[in-house]
């Protein structure tokens, strides 16, 4: 007979979970064959893939023409793609008009940064410090001496008129996204300035960078600017749209930060302030780490912005190397109807390649600074 | 008055006086006309109502809360608009807050070498030399390694106590600092104060655990609508409450 009072004689026993919620069956039945439903739109989407993903690999390997000196054999066929376009294209895809004695500087910049980048994004890599302070402070000295030359060093000087292709790319994206980081944490603490003027400023710039499309902010960065600045100062022709490049992405940027300066607690500056932190020393410390970590999903979606809106430059005379592909496209020794989708599905390649690669470094860093923290 | 007579005006074993002070948040009066000493080595709790001006009190002691008129002198130095004075006193005051207010991205310990090293200019070794012995004194030395969100409140608000420790500083300010905690964890945190009162450190206390304020405190201060309504030692100010509104006060919290 049940009683209302009750007191526990022995401990129940710990016992494992149930197995049927695991398994790679119980995932597909769950996930991909719950109900007649979403079995038939499993069933077609399969049905899709086995359809077109071999007819698409055979027009990229087995259909495809590897080499050929010029646009002949690539017209006589037209169900494979011309990549012998692509590859004799390549040194002009890469470099763009930049003399041909000359681009092993180029490469040598490549491979440095890469060099560089690769140990500043490698989380557990030693002495990332040094690494930070070479890629920041001697890598710009670098790169412009090599790229522009030196009559000192003995380097012919390149004019920008005629750099182009991927390493325009690479250098935009990688300028942009170095100085608009640093340009849009300061303008995101300058719009939450207790100082009236500072306020002000920063909200003025970024509402007017923001309001206004990026075509337009390069247009005026390359014609306006020059109009504004003593002749001997007119900024060349290259540092212009990189300016305005630089110009725009902080202003996305300063906002995404301030979404995440928003986002910390009253509680996190009193507690900084409280232990005696001045106000640089508690930004540095306290707000930043805290903020950034928050919205590193937004500034790398605003990097990948960043990455594709460089192949707007092209607007402003730089050949990037989308434009460089639209150059050799028109060549009329390769005339024929597969170039244009060729070169187009490897610019495609080549764009989607680095911004995967910067969604999932992103995915990986706030895996890391996730661990632990809860 | 000259600025020596000042100086020893407010020196003279006093760590905090507050003269004539008053503070409003836009037209709402939330501190009027308090006349405070606190004595080097005093231990002061502060109880009242919710809203009566307790936190704002002591926030204006280590200035996160600003002052309109009156003045509030801490250790010898008066607060002003002048940061570098306000720097000279926050290094001096260590506060303890309601919700602990951990940096969230530190190990406890970086949270307890932080200030030390970049404040204090202390080489790190040292930093963590002595937040090793703070951390154990306040028995959590086997959790320096882990992140605030990994501890359990009570051992969050030690490693707070801690935190502020590490500074070294002359006064402790404690914002409630039980009041978010479960009800198994309070003891802990306040059996951590209670020795640090022991070791002759002066406190200030806000908090409504009574057991506490009759043991520790040299004097209890009842506030009531920004106003302090009775001060005194702690037996005859919950055995003989002279003023209605501490007796009103008493009843409702010690059923």
């Known amino acids: 007979m049940d009683s209302l009072a009750y007191v526990r004689e022995a401990p129940e026993a710990e016992d494992a979970a149930p197995m049927l919620s695991s398994g790679v069956l119980a995932w597909a039945r769950a996930n991909l064959f719950s109900s007649i439903g979403s079995s038939l739109v499993t069933i077609g989407c399969i049905a899709l893939i086995a359809y077109w993903l071999p007819q698409l690999v055979a027009w990229a390997t087995t259909r495809a023409i590897w080499s050929a000196t010029n646009g002949a054999l690539c017209r006589q066929h037209q169900d494979g793609a011309c990549w012998a376009f692509v590859i004799a294209k390549w040194d002009?895809?890469?470099f763009g008009s930049y003399p041909v004695a000359e681009r092993w500087r180029v490469d040598l910049v490549e491979a440095v940064g890469a060099l560089l980048i690769g140990w500043l994004l490698w989380t557990n890599a030693p002495r990332r410090a040094w690494g930070a302070l070479l890629f920041f402070i001697a890598y710009p000295i670098l790169a412009l001496v090599l790229l522009r030359g030196s009559s000192l060093l003995g380097l012919p000087i390149v004019d920008t008129l005629l750099w182009g292709g991927i390493f325009v790319s690479l250098l935009t994206a990688v300028v942009g996204i170095v100085f608009s980081l640093?340009?849009?944490v300061l303008l995101a603490l300058g719009?939450?300035?207790?100082?009236?003027?500072?306020?002000m400023a920063s909200v003025l710039f970024i509402e007017f960078v923001r309001g206004v499309p990026f075509i337009t902010i390069l247009f005026m960065a390359n014609n306006l600017a020059p109009l504004f600045l003593p002749e001997a100062w007119a900024p060349d022709r290259l540092l212009r749209p990189l300016a305005g490049i630089v110009?725009?992405?902080a202003a996305y940027m300063a906002e995404e930060i301030r979404g995440g300066l928003q986002s910390l607690g009253k509680g996190q500056y009193e507690g900084a302030l409280a232990l005696g932190l001045n106000y640089p020393l508690m930004t540095a410390l306290v707000i930043l780490p805290q903020a950034l970590t928050l919205v590193i999903p937004g500034i790398v979606n605003n990097f990948i912005g960043l990455f594709m809106d460089t192949t707007l430059v092209s607007v402003v005379g730089i050949t990037d190397?989308?434009?460089?592909?639209?150059?050799?496209?028109?060549?009329?020794?390769?005339?024929?109807?597969t170039i244009m989708v060729t070169g187009y599905v490897f610019a495609g390649i080549f764009y989607f390649c680095f911004c995967f690669g910067m969604a999932r470094y992103s995915a990986h860093v706030e895996r890391i600074l996730a661990k632990g923290r809860k | 008055m000259s600025a020596s007579l000042a100086r020893a005006d407010a020196g003279g074993g006093a760590a905090i006086r507050f003269a004539g002070v008053h503070k409003w948040y836009g037209s709402f009066h939330v501190l009027r006309n308090i006349n405070l000493t606190v004595g080097a080595g005093e231990r002061i709790v502060v109880c009242g109502p919710s809203g009566s001006g307790k936190s704002t009190l002591i926030r204006c002691v280590n200035r996160l809360e600003k002052?309109?008129?009156?003045?509030?002198?801490v250790d010898g130095v008066e607060l002003t608009d002048d940061i570098k004075r306000i720097d000279e006193v926050r290094r001096e005051v260590g506060m303890v807050f309601q919700n602990f207010n951990l940096f969230p991205h530190l190990t406890i310990l970086e949270n307890c070498t932080l200030a030390p090293?970049?404040?204090?200019?202390?080489?790190?070794r040292d930093a963590e030399e002595l937040a090793r012995k703070l951390l154990s004194r306040v028995r959590i030395l086997d959790q320096a390694h882990k992140y605030p969100g990994q501890l359990s409140g009570g051992q969050q608000q030690r490693a707070a106590i801690a935190r502020a420790l590490c500074m070294s500083p002359k006064i402790m300010l404690f914002d409630e600092p039980t009041s978010s905690l479960d009800p198994e964890m309070v003891?802990?945190?306040l059996d951590t104060m209670t020795e640090l009162a022991q070791e002759g450190m002066t406190m200030i206390v806000v908090t409504h655990e009574m057991g506490f304020a009759r043991q520790v405190a040299d004097r209890v201060v009842f506030m009531d609508m920004g106003e302090i309504v009775e001060v005194n030692a702690p037996s005859p100010f919950f055995d003989h409450p002279r003023h209605e509104r501490t007796k009103l006060f008493l009843s409702q919290i010690l059923h």
């Open chain 1, 182 to 184: 640093p340009l849009g």
């Open chain 2, 67 to 73: 002052h309109q008129r009156g003045s509030v002198v």
């Open chain 2, 117 to 124: 090293i970049w404040v204090r200019k202390m080489p790190r």
């Open chain 1, 247 to 249: 110009i725009f992405s």
């Open chain 2, 187 to 189: 003891k802990e945190v």
């Open chain 1, 191 to 199: 719009r939450r300035s207790p100082l009236p003027v500072v306020r």
């Open chain 1, 92 to 94: 002009y895809l890469r």
């Open chain 1, 321 to 337: 190397f989308l434009q460089a592909m639209n150059n050799a496209i028109k060549d009329p020794i390769w005339a024929g109807p």
